[in-house]
T-cell receptor
Framework: QKEVEQNSGPLSVPEGAIASLNCTYS??????FFWYRQYSGKSPELIMS????GDKEDGRFTAQLNKASQYVSLLIRDSQPSDSATYLC????????????FGSGTRLQVQP | DGGITQSPKYLFRKEGQNVTLSCEQN?????MYWYRQDPGQGLRLIYY???????QKGDIAEGYSVSREKKESFPLTVTSAQKNPTAFYLC???????????FGEGSRLTVL
């Protein structure tokens, strides 16, 4: 079973701090990696995608990928209370069916 | 505006009844997916379809059925054979080769 692992949290950070969310995956052949944000009772929304080793920045968000260590992370700078949500890591294990395997999510709480 | 529409948003069902969840997209996407989410858990793949008139089982297909008669539509039937159907059901689609999933707003099914 191909797996995606995340710490369930909650991860609590003060407003303005950097939140660091981590994810590991089991399949070395994985090619595509995504971070989704999910507010309580809502559907997931895509916030970042990353396909090659290194960092990718988009506004306050930075995704980091290390394929050798099978590790992907998301950094949120200047965290805001509105960032409080569950963050889901998703990996495309099987390019044939183009379906994503999701981790169970990390709940982030940003304290005002 | 383009998007994915799921209905109904909330549904209550008695044990032993079949129910059908609707999913319609106007994004002209070829591939469509159904995921299930239980409280505090990630998303698990039920069924997917990469082209009209073709669909494949995902990781938890037992007790579910789908059809794909039109590109825009991918309804999911939760049958009485599904032992624990109470969950949040999410429909998604993928348009290009990046693998990014876009989700509808979800349907919350409760079995009474």
């Amino acid at each position: 079973q191909k797996e995606v692992e995340q710490n369930s949290g909650p991860l609590s950070v003060p407003e303005g701090a950097i939140a660091s969310l981590n994810c590991t995956y089991s399949d070395r052949g994985s090619q595509s990696f995504f971070w989704y944000r999910q507010y309580s009772g809502k559907s997931p929304e895509l916030i970042m995608s990353i396909y090659s080793n290194g960092d990718k920045e988009d506004g306050r968000f930075t995704a980091q990928l290390n394929k050798a260590s099978q590790y992907v992370s998301l950094l949120i700078r200047d965290s805001q209370p509105s960032d409080s949500a569950t963050y889901l890591c998703a990996v495309n294990h099987d390019t044939g069916r183009r379906a994503l395997t999701f981790g169970s999510g990390t709940r982030l709480q940003v304290q005002p | 505006d383009g998007g994915i529409t799921q209905s109904p948003k909330y549904l209550f069902r008695k044990e032993g009844q079949n129910v059908t969840l609707s999913c319609e997209q106007n994004l002209n996407h070829d591939a469509m997916y159904w995921y299930r989410q239980d409280p505090g858990q990630g998303l698990r793949l039920i069924y997917y379809s990469q082209i009209v008139n073709d669909f494949q089982k995902g990781d938890i297909a037992e007790g579910y059925s789908v059809s794909r008669e039109k590109k825009e539509s991918f309804p999911l039937t939760v049958t009485s054979a599904q032992k624990n159907p109470t969950a949040f059901y999410l429909c998604a689609s993928v348009g290009g080769y990046t693998g990014e999933l876009f989700f509808g707003e979800g349907s919350r099914l409760t079995v009474l």
